[in-house]
């Protein structure tokens, strides 16, 4: 299991902001060369993030570029561009279908094989921002070996569907569900979209609280300011992890009585619970809680 809680978008063109993303914290860092980027400013960004990803080692930050679609000028220059730079993923703004994600590994293969990269080195990810590729989610989270993980990009959903985003989110219900049940069902990472209101820390508090009860295994952000946020609610809490651990311990004590089923402080216990209890402590050593298994048994 990989930490994908939080994707920090750094704009291409801005030397200041792409150099420094890493340092912040967050698990991934996702220089963008699309929407953030002026059309003018197109081949300066390109250039730019070329040079950071070659020569800034960014540890153990997962790099993401989002790149301008193929149905801009950009598109194939970007891609001839970033597979040489090797960053982990690349990922594929506006995927209104599976063909849209072949195309895309398609020119990202033959790029690895010119530059003598191993085949498969550079990850996908799909980011899906329309009524159609919210329909076909499932489809393009089966469309290629390569993806790791799909992603709502609800600014641009919004303006498709005609209505605005609120702070309930009640007009992506449909699309938060379709984009977290495709991953699922394919085994892959779901992303939930940015928070665009930075002085609204409550507000964006509560929307990090409702993806994670939805499922959502992290979310593209914006700004270093929101990192600390969402790694602290991902966190499971001191209470949860006591309680896996003595969801185990109770499950152990089952299992020597021969028994796949107990009941813990007058609830049942069986296997989608232990399930969920192996991964509240594995989610917890991965963000650093601590617990002590002897003393919680
Ligand atoms: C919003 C603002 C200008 C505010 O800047 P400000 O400077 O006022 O912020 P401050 O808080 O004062 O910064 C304090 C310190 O942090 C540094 N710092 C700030 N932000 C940083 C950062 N991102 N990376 C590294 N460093 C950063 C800053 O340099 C300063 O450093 P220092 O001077 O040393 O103290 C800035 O954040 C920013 O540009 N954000 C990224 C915006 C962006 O990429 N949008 C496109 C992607 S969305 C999209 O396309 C829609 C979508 O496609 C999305 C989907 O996929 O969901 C869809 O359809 O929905
Ligand atoms: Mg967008």
């Known amino acids: 299991m990989k930490l994908r809680r939080t994707m920090l978008y750094a704009p291409g063109h801005n030397p200041a902001l792409i150099k420094d993303a890493y340092i912040y914290g967050s698990d991934a860092v996702m220089f963008d060369l699309e929407d953030a980027v002026s059309l003018h400013e197109k081949d300066t960004a390109r250039l730019l993030v070329y040079h950071v ?3 800034i080692d960014m540890g153990t930050t997962e790099t993401v570029v989002r790149i301008n679609g193929l149905d801009t000028p950009y598109g194939r220059e970007d891609i001839r561009a970033i ?11 506006k995927t209104e279908t599976a063909q849209d994600v072949q195309d895309i590994e398609e020119l990202v293969e033959a790029e690895e094989r010119a530059a003598g990269i191993p085949i498969g080195t550079t990850k996908l990810m799909a980011a899906i921002e329309s ?8 489809q393009i989270a089966k469309a290629s070996e390569r993806l790791i993980g799909i992603a709502l990009g609800a600014e641009d959903y919004a303006t498709n569907l005609k209505t605005t985003r609120s702070k309930e989110g009640t007009e992506l219900m449909f699309a938060r569900g379709m984009v977290l049940n495709a991953a699922r069902a394919a085994g892959i990472y779901a992303l939930d979209t940015v928070f665009s209101d930075l002085n609204d820390e409550e507000g964006f508090r509560r929307e990090v609280q409702l993806i994670k009860q939805l499922g959502f295994d ?10 600390a946020i969402v790694h602290e609610v991902f966190a499971p809490t001191e209470q949860e992890i006591i309680y896996a651990q003595r969801v185990l311990y109770a499950i152990e004590e089952a299992e020597k009585r021969k028994s796949g089923v107990i009941a813990l402080d007058g609830r049942m216990i069986d296997k989608p619970i232990v399930d969920r209890a192996y991964r ?10 601590l617990f002590d298994e002897e003393e919680a048994a």
């Open 53 to 55: 990803l070659k020569t």
């Open 83 to 93: 597979v040489r730079a090797q960053p982990n993923v690349i990922r594929i703004p």
């Open 131 to 138: 009524p159609i590729g919210v329909l076909q989610a499932y």
């Open 218 to 227: 992290g979310k593209s952000i914006i700004s270093p300011r929101q990192i």
């Open 280 to 289: 509240t402590l594995e989610l917890a050593r991965m963000s650093g809680g």
